[in-house]
């Protein structure tokens, strides 16, 4: 169980990687010059690859192993505490919180983006508490 418990560590440390860097390069891109087409595009690109090709599978792979555990033992040992739910209520904001980072992607693709950089900066900043608080959840067990 060590190794499915290192795996959903690592593959999570790949998914909040993508959390944080995704929504900062939305602040860069939301600040380039509408003229210039190969910084746009470059951010386009970017973002797909990041998007696609690293925070999905991090994702995907958190989620696998997570309920691995969840279903071998963690289930049986914390289903009564409410330290876990708050936790997998956290995943599951995270869930949307990442598919809402796909929305935006689109959004960016199609040159749909009308929000600034300011609201991005702020956007940026919701992974880092979550991440806090399922830490000190899971660690803590308050």
Do not use: Q
Request: a positive charge; one cysteine or more; aromatic letters at 20%.
């Amino acid at each position: 169980m060590l190794w499915i418990k290192a795996l959903h560590i690592s593959f999570m440390v790949t998914w909040f990687a993508g959390l944080f860097y995704l929504p900062r390069l939305y602040v860069y891109h939301s600040m380039c010059d509408p003229n210039d087409i190969a910084s746009i595009e470059r951010f386009k690109v970017m973002e797909r690859k990041l998007y696609y090709g690293i925070m999905t599978p991090g994702m995907i792979f958190t989620f696998i192993f997570g309920i691995w555990m969840l279903v071998d033992y963690a289930w049986a040992a914390y289903a009564d505490a409410a330290w876990m739910h708050i936790k997998l209520a956290s995943v599951i904001f995270l869930l949307g919180y990442h598919i809402h980072c796909g929305k935006l992607l689109k959004d960016f693709k199609y040159n749909r983006n009308t929000r600034s950089h300011v609201y991005y900066r702020w956007y940026n900043e919701v992974p880092v508490i979550f991440l806090f608080l399922i830490i000190i959840l899971v660690v803590v067990k308050p």
